[in-house]
């Protein structure tokens, strides 16, 4: 299982897929990855509808 600090840096890369499974993976540790926020709000308005979608449910599953 990896940490969600290595899930938090994959938000940042350029490849939609990566930001995409990072944000689900940060979604499903739920308030574990609370220090995720931050950054999952910077991209709610990713470029990718998926991952913009990817990253609102990540936020939601995460302030549960």
Known sequence: LRAADVWISDLDSK????RLTAAKQLG????????????????TNDPD??????VKQAIAAINK
């Open 28 to 43: 499903n540790m739920g308030k574990s990855a609370k220090s995720a926020l931050s950054k999952l709000e910077k991209l």
């Open 15 to 18: 490849e939609p897929k990566s």
């Open 49 to 54: 509808p998926e991952v913009a979608k990817a």
